[in-house]
């Protein structure tokens, strides 16, 4: 009888460790997809990232951009950043843009300056949202720019 719930918990066990490396590696292979998600196309002069430590590094087209990090431009700079197939985003000068979600879900906080957005071709899964600290903007198929100043948000939509 010993031998037999032994064997049955070993089994148990084993199943167990096998479905919780199975899952490991999907979301392993989530957070990649999800880094390939959002990258930059162009940048100009003072683009910097401060990821979730708060470490500060220069930007450049082969950087992976992860969940909370902060992307800021300097005077006369901007970042060009293609989320998903079609839609980007052009963070203007003297800007502070925080990633609070990039996988199917954009979800950005847009701190200071300003963001001209062209959204297309969303699957029914996927959304994009833009807060700052007065409004939540969250938009399908479509263009607009949100700028903020010390106690304002503006938004047009094109």
């Known amino acids: 009888m010993g031998k037999k719930v032994f064997l049955a918990l070993s089994v148990f066990f084993l199943l167990y460790a096998c479905e919780a490396k199975q899952q490991s590696g999907q979301k392993k292979?989530?957070?990649?997809?999800?880094?390939?998600?959002?990258?930059?196309?162009?940048?100009?002069?003072?683009v910097k990232i401060i990821n979730q430590k708060e470490e500060t590094r220069k930007a450049s087209l082969q950087d992976k951009l992860n969940l909370h990090d902060k992307i800021t431009t300097g005077k006369s700079s901007f970042a060009l950043i293609t989320w998903g197939l079609k839609s980007t985003f052009?963070?203007?000068?003297?800007?502070?843009?925080?990633?609070?979600?990039?996988?199917?879900?954009?979800d950005g906080q847009l701190v200071e300056g300003s963001a001209s957005f062209k959204v297309s071709s969303l699957k029914p899964n996927e959304s994009l949202k833009i807060r700052t600290l007065l409004a939540v903007v969250g938009?399908?198929?479509?263009?607009?720019?949100v700028s903020v100043s010390q106690n304002q948000t503006r938004v047009c939509v094109s």
């Open 139 to 145: 938009v399908r198929e479509t263009s607009f720019k």
């Open 90 to 106: 052009k963070l203007g000068a003297n800007s502070l843009l925080e990633l609070k979600n990039i996988a199917n879900h954009f």
């Open 29 to 46: 292979e989530i957070a990649e997809q999800t880094q390939e998600n959002i990258k930059f196309k162009m940048l100009v002069q003072d």
